[in-house]
């Protein structure tokens, strides 16, 4: 027969003070209700001598704190993503809270049900990177005073706090450096998105070229054909197509991914032919044979933005007042790849 869990009218009883008692220190509030140091102490010897666990559900009752946040991003396998929320998670460990990770696949369906599921749980608050098409659903959330950040992107017209990067200088940056290094008819393959950071890098981009009197060449390819596997297909479509470009610009690194395939697969040998960048960074870059270069976004300090601001959020009691969107700098990571060929 099992133990019954240990309940603080236990721990009540058995030292002879009140519940009420028990409850402020075990809460971290002796100090603040005057409660001695000696009986406090006692209470806390007597908790761990016992192993006593609090019951989290009739905590998050009582005080309207489940010490929970989700952080829901657009494929959590993505190595971007999966760094990030490694260092957030330590993060928020530190800050005692625990973080539920999850995928939308940038599918707005899913990332409804998802919220309304963690939402009726009562998590403390969300980071999402949205789907184009749940404004009203982050609206809502805002609505009912639910603390929310937007990572990565955010929506025109939305009061709501975000954190992001300057997607349209680091790709103007990341260009322009091509162009600098004698490349001069430069391919830039994207999502078929109007997500504002996909948006951003298509602009900066455009911005570069047309500064240099350049001819823009781009191919968008939609998400749920990317996310089918069907995005090497249509690169390799636009290499044929395009047979006269010297450099290719990835707006993720996934598309860089599919891309690199591509090019080990031609018969030309494409890798030490084209100049390439791809945006954000990805391990493999490093090993390829000739190394890649990359915009790189600064993991860590996007992760304590993201603490800092949400902890803000957690204490006030409007979270409509004061919204903040915080937009950090990129570092244009120079490898081989990008560099000027020699004849």
């Known amino acids: 027969m099992k133990n019954k869990p240990v309940s603080i009218k236990n721990i009540a009883d058995e030292l002879k003070i009140s519940i009420t008692t028990v409850s402020f220190v075990l809460n971290g509030k002796a100090k603040e209700k005057h409660i001695s140091k000696e009986l406090t102490q006692r209470v806390l010897d007597y908790a761990k001598q016992i192993n006593y666990r609090p019951n989290q559900i ?71 990177v949205p789907s184009s098409g749940i404004k009203e659903t982050i609206e809502s959330l805002i609505k009912d005073n639910k603390p929310v950040i937007l990572l990565d992107r955010f929506f025109e017209g939305l009061d709501c706090n975000s954190v992001s990067i300057d997607n349209q200088q680091a790709s103007y940056d990341a260009t322009l450096h091509l162009v600098n290094n004698q490349f001069k008819n430069i391919g830039f393959v994207t999502t078929d998105s109007n997500q504002t950071q996909m948006k951003d890098r298509l602009s900066g981009y455009h911005r570069a070229i047309d500064d240099r009197g350049l001819k823009s060449n781009v191919l968008q390819i939609p998400y749920n054909e990317i996310f089918k596997g069907k995005g090497k297909k249509h690169i390799e479509k636009f290499l044929n197509d395009h047979n006269h470009l010297d450099a290719i610009f990835f707006g993720t690194n996934y598309l860089a991914q599919n891309g690199l395939e591509v090019f080990k697969e031609s018969s030309r040998n494409l890798l030490n032919e084209f100049g390439i960048v791809a945006f954000d960074d990805n391990d493999m870059f490093k090993l390829c044979s000739t190394s890649i270069s990359c915009v790189a976004q600064p993991l860590f300090e996007i992760s304590s933005k993201l603490m800092e601001l949400m902890f803000l959020l957690l204490k006030k009691n409007e979270i409509g007042e004061n919204t903040q969107k915080i937009v950090l700098k990129t570092e244009l990571i120079i490898r081989e790849s990008s560099l000027r060929r020699q004849p």
């Open 58 to 128: 009739a905590q998050s009752l009582r005080t309207g704190k489940s010490k929970i946040l989700v952080f829901m991003v657009e494929d959590i396998s993505n190595s971007f993503f999966s760094k990030l929320a490694r260092i957030f998670e330590d993060i928020s460990f530190d800050k005692g809270y625990k973080v539920i990770f999850c995928s939308n696949e940038n599918n707005d369906e899913k990332s409804k049900e998802l919220i309304e599921l963690f939402n009726f749980r009562q998590v403390d608050g969300f980071i999402i």
